[in-house]
C-alpha cells in the first residue's frame, strides 16, 4: 500500500510566522489567542516569507498611556501599531529578513466600537488585528488613496475568512 506523501504545512507555518501573545487585559469573553493567529496569518502569508509579531492586549489605562507616550494622543485606542524597522537600519541580519513588530489592541475599546457599528467583537477584533498587521507592513491611511488601497486589502482579507467588509456601513 502507498504512504500517503506527508506535507508538513503545520510545520512549515510556525517557522515563517510567529504570533508572541500576552493578554494583561481584565476584559471577558476575549477570541482566543489561535484566533488572533489566524488573522494575523491572514494579512502575512501571502506578503512576507517571515513575521514576527507580539500580540499585547491592554486595559484602558495602560492602552491610554502607550497611545499618550508613543503617539502624543492621551486617550485609548482600538489598535496600535509599532513596526520594528520604522524609521530605523536595521544592523541585526536575523531580523533584515521579514516582518517585526508590536500591535497592542485594547479590548474595552474595541467591544465598544463594535456595539456602536453594529457588529459582532470578532469581527471587530478580526478586522483590527488584520489593520495593525498591514500597519506594520507599511500600509496607511492618512492619505485618501492610501486610504482605498488600505481598505480594499482588508476588506479582501476578512472575506476570505468569511467576515463581512468591514466598511460597508460607511457607504449608507
Not at 104 to 127: D, L, N, S, W, Y
Not at 136 to 151: F, V
Request: proline share 5%.
Amino acid at each position: 500500500m502507498k504512504k500517503a506523501k506527508r506535507y508538513p504545512f503545520l510545520k512549515l507555518q510556525r517557522q515563517r510566522f510567529a504570533l508572541h501573545f500576552d493578554n494583561q487585559s481584565s476584559a471577558a469573553g476575549l477570541p482566543s489567542e489561535r484566533d488572533f493567529y489566524r488573522w494575523a496569518w491572514q494579512a502575512v502569508k501571502q506578503h512576507h516569507r517571515r513575521a514576527d509579531i507580539s500580540l499585547l492586549l491592554l486595559d484602558e489605562e495602560p492602552a491610554r498611556a502607550c497611545n499618550r507616550d508613543y503617539r502624543g494622543k492621551d486617550y485609548a485606542t482600538n489598535v496600535l501599531s509599532f513596526a520594528l524597522d520604522e524609521g530605523e537600519t536595521m544592523y541585526a541580519p536575523a531580523l533584515s529578513d521579514g516582518l517585526h513588530g508590536d500591535l497592542v489592541i485594547c479590548p474595552q475599546v474595541v467591544f465598544k466600537e463594535a456595539a456602536e457599528q453594529g457588529k459582532t467583537p470578532e469581527q471587530h477584533f478580526a478586522h483590527l488585528t488584520i489593520h495593525g498587521v498591514l500597519h506594520l507592513m507599511g500600509y496607511d491611511h492618512i492619505e485618501d488613496t492610501e486610504a482605498e488601497k488600505m481598505e480594499a486589502l482588508e476588506t479582501r482579507l476578512l472575506n476570505q475568512l468569511a467576515y463581512p467588509d468591514p466598511y460597508s456601513q460607511d457607504e449608507q
